[in-house]
Structures are given as C-alpha cells and as structure tokens.
C-alpha cells in the first residue's frame, strides 16, 4: 500500500503570513532551506512527519489542523457558487478555482460566505414579498444612483474627456469672475438660438431650472443665487454642447435603461460644470496653495462649499493628480443623498450612514467645518471634515432647507489639509471606531448600534445587558 502524501501549500504560506515572516525565515525557524519551503508552498512536495512536528513545535499549531483536507469540499462549495446565472458572462473554468483555493483559500472562504448571505437575503425578500418573484426582483435590482456610483468609480471619478472639453469651453477667451454669468447668457444665445431668464419662484414653484426645447429658452428660479444660477447655465452648455461625449462614456460603459442613461447624463454634466468653472490646473494650484481650504477655493472661483468638495474628488488626471477624496451628503433623516468616492473608503449606499460620523454633529453648528479621524472595521484610517450646507429656499414650508456634507481622505493624505494641522496625528485615540451603517457594520460594543446587522448575527446574552438592546 503506498502511503498517503500530505499536500499542505495553502496552509502553511496562510500560517507564514500570519506570522509576518518571508519563506527564508519560515525556512530558518523550521531548520529547513528556503527552496524546500517554496515547495511545500506550492504543494510541489508532501510534507513529511518530522517537518509536521517542527510546525506544531515553533507555531504552537495541531499538525491534525495542518494536514486536514477540506479542498474538495471547498472546490464542491466554489463550483456551486459560480453557477449562479449572477456570474454567467464571468464564469471561472475548474483550474481557476482551484488555483482560488491554492493561493488565496481565505479569499474562496470569504467568497463562498458572501455568496451565501447574498442567497438568504434574497431568500428573505421573497418571503418578504410573499414569493413576488418580480417585486423582489426589482427591489434587488440595480436603481439609477448605483448606476451612476458604479460608472464613476469605474473611471475612477475622473473624465479626461470632459476635463478637455473645460478646458476649451472659453475658447481662449478670459472672462472674468464676475462677467461669468453674462458670457453663459451670451454664448446661449449666440451660439444655440437659446434664451436665459429668471422668473419669479411662483412661476416654477416646484423647479429650480427648466428647459423649454420648443420656445429655445431655459427659465432660472430666483430662488438660486448667483453662483447656482452660473452652475445651472454652464450644466445646460454641457449638455447642449456636449451630448455625444456624454453619451460615449454612458454607452462603453454598457449602461441601458432610459432612466438610468438619462441620470447619468445629469451627473455627467454635473461634473463638465464644475469642470468649467474650476478649471483643472488652476484648482490643483489653488488646492495646494491653501492645503485644500475649501472656504478659500470657493472665494477664489465664485462657487458654492458644496460644489468645491464634489469638485476635489475629481483630480485624478494621471501624472497631475490631486489628494483622493470621497464626498457624501446627506439629510437631517440622516439619509444619504449624494456619493462620490476616489478613495477605498466604503459609502453607504441605501438608508443612513453612521451615527459615529461627525457629518450629523455639524446639524448643531451650521456652517462650521467639524473635522473628524475615523477608522473603519478593516482597521483602515481616514481624515473627514463634516459641514452643513443650504439648499434654496423656494417657499416658507421649505425654509431650513439644510443638508450636510462630509469630505475625507485616507490618513497618509491628512498632512496636506489645513484642516488636521492642528492635532497631534500619532495620539492612538484620536480615531473614532466607525461602520457603514448600522445594518451592515460587525462592531458589537457600540453604544450607537439601531438594528442588527443583516449579514451577520451578534451573539445574545440574557444574563447581560450592554449599552443598547442589541448588545450583551
């Protein structure tokens, strides 16, 4: 009878990782070469008894745990899980899987787990929906703000393309700040047969702009002032102007659905006006210039607080690259209503964000920036500052009308913001433990904690009370 080789490649480079060690020095704890390592790695060898006990010896393992083989079942479980019609067009064939769990077998484990929760929660919302397969279809469907998340995290939150068409947009002619408004009206009018008046708020009681395509002429609420109405103007340019460059991004993007074209054509034009009004090169300047003063970057180009933050996730031209930041904004429900990240932090998609985050404090104090150092459950550590910000004021029933923004950057970032010259950034508690929101953060100790999370379950104690319900 032959004897049965034990292959342990996966396991033993996870125990050396776990060890912060590099094969050499894996090799000279075990008293073996840095080469026989490398192939018991890559499960090139069997490991033999003597080696067995040499791990449990320095690593304080069981060598049962070492050579116990789970693989089938892991490679069973991984082939089950890309069967799902989900990964159809992506489907990995037999040598891929198995190269998952030879190489990253934490990795396979993590994927299967997902795979697993994103089965039961639709199995919740079918029961949910009493067994509606269509409600529940569309309620897990993809709506028009993730399309529009999706597409500019693909590009990175950054549109050469529209960055050239700003660029051109004066067409060598300097205009100056305050002539701004007057050149959008002219060139309207000039250039596309197109009219601009302000009308009073009871005239369009429920918009901010309208563009009547048959009259040739676009109406301007007197609720907006003056920078707003400047924004408004250059976002119809650019979608005047600009449509077909609007409309590649959109469609090499593979993004179908009037809805969800129509609404990133908006954010698209969006981001060519801010674009317009803070041109690239000179922004980044004046960026460096006053360590990211928001305050000052609005003064400098005739824009709102709101706009330089949306406009500062977007220098990310290659060679010429700005801080990375991501932007979130949300309302006094705590909703989050708009997101866009260049950074690896995770924004809330759906609901509300976390209640730790600095950006609900700022409701307290309008108009005063609130920094803020968080650190995310990964152990991952950023830099926020937390405002609010006012919205137009159409009607006394819509007076107060205020939202707050946060602006944030990873921790390596920070020095280069006025904003954290003041703190001491090697105080160990200056970061406040954050989540994305309560339904998906794994923290249990946390005082602020409003509803299990839905991909896991905290354990309860009926012999503890913690500092909520959901604590024991």
């Known amino acids: 009878?032959?004897?049965?080789?034990?292959?342990?490649?996966?396991?033993?480079?996870?125990?050396?990782?776990?060890?912060?060690?590099?094969?050499?020095?894996?090799?000279?704890?075990?008293?073996?070469?840095?080469?026989?390592?490398?192939?018991?790695e890559n499960n090139q060898r069997s490991v033999s008894v003597q080696v067995l006990m040499k791990l449990s010896e320095v690593y304080g393992v069981d060598w049962r745990d070492i050579v116990k083989d789970d693989g089938p079942t892991q490679l069973a479980d991984l082939r089950n899980v890309v069967q799902d019609p989900l990964f159809s067009q992506t489907r990995p064939d037999i040598e891929e899987l198995r190269a998952a769990l030879d190489h990253a077998p934490r990795l396979a484990h993590s994927f299967i787990t997902l795979h697993?929760?994103?089965?039961?929660?639709?199995?919740?919302?079918?029961?949910v929906t009493e067994g509606d397969k269509d409600t529940a279809r569309r309620l897990l469907g993809t709506n028009p703000e993730t399309v529009v998340h999706d597409?500019?995290?693909?590009?990175?939150?950054?549109?050469?393309?529209?960055?050239?068409?700003?660029?051109?947009?004066?067409?060598?002619?300097?205009?100056?700040?305050?002539?701004f408004y007057v050149y959008l009206k002219r060139r309207l009018d000039r250039k596309h047969g197109i009219t601009s008046q302000v009308v009073p708020v009871a005239a369009m009681p429920n918009a901010l702009r309208y563009y009547d395509e048959t009259e040739r002429r676009i109406l301007l609420s007197q609720g907006l002032d003056y920078p707003n109405r400047v924004f408004q103007l250059t976002h119809m340019l650019g979608l005047i102007e600009h449509r077909d460059a609007m409309d590649r991004l959109i469609e090499g993007a593979g993004i179908k659905g009037?809805?969800?074209?129509?609404?990133?054509?908006?954010?698209l034009a969006n981001y060519f006006a801010a674009a317009v009004l803070m041109p690239y090169d000179r922004v980044l300047r004046e960026a460096d210039r006053t360590g990211y003063d928001?305050?000052?970057?609005?003064?400098?180009?005739?824009?709102?607080?709101?706009?330089?933050?949306?406009?500062?996730?977007?220098?990310?031209?290659?060679?010429?690259?700005?801080?990375?930041?991501?932007?979130?904004?949300?309302?006094?429900?705590?909703?989050?209503?708009?997101?866009?990240?260049?950074?690896?932090?995770?924004?809330?998609?759906?609901?509300?964000?976390c209640p730790r985050l600095d950006i609900h404090v700022s409701f307290r104090t309008p108009g005063r920036v609130i920094p803020q150092f968080v650190e995310m459950p990964d152990g991952s550590r950023y830099f926020t500052i937390n405002r609010t910000v006012d919205r137009p004021v159409l009607a006394r029933q819509t007076q107060d009308n205020r939202l707050a923004v946060t602006l944030g950057c990873a921790i390596e970032h920070a020095a280069k913001l006025t904003y954290a010259a003041s703190f001491q950034m090697g105080d160990p508690g200056l970061f406040t433990p954050i989540g994305i929101n309560c339904r998906l953060c794994p923290r249990q100790h946390c005082a602020q904690r409003a509803h299990q999370p839905v991909h896991l379950e905290l354990p309860i104690d009926v012999h503890r009370r913690g500092e909520t319900r959901f604590e024991s």
Do not use: W
């Open 258 to 267: 009037a809805r969800e074209q129509a609404r990133c054509r908006v954010e």
């Open 116 to 127: 697993k929760s994103y089965r039961q929660l639709t199995e919740r919302l079918l029961s």
């Open 1 to 40: 009878m032959k004897a049965q080789k034990n292959f342990i490649g996966p396991r033993l480079r996870q125990l050396r990782r776990e060890h912060r060690q590099t094969q050499a020095e894996m090799a000279r704890a075990l008293g073996l070469s840095s080469a026989y390592v490398n192939l018991l």
């Open 294 to 353: 928001i305050d000052q970057i609005a003064a400098r180009f005739g824009v709102s607080f709101e706009q330089v933050c949306h406009r500062l996730t977007t220098l990310g031209r290659e060679g010429r690259a700005g801080v990375p930041f991501f932007f979130m904004r949300i309302d006094k429900a705590g909703n989050v209503t708009k997101r866009f990240n260049a950074t690896a932090f995770h924004l809330a998609q759906y609901g509300g964000a």
């Open 151 to 179: 597409l500019f995290r693909q590009h990175r939150n950054h549109f050469e393309p529209l960055e050239d068409a700003a660029d051109d947009f004066r067409e060598g002619e300097e205009v100056e700040l305050d002539e």
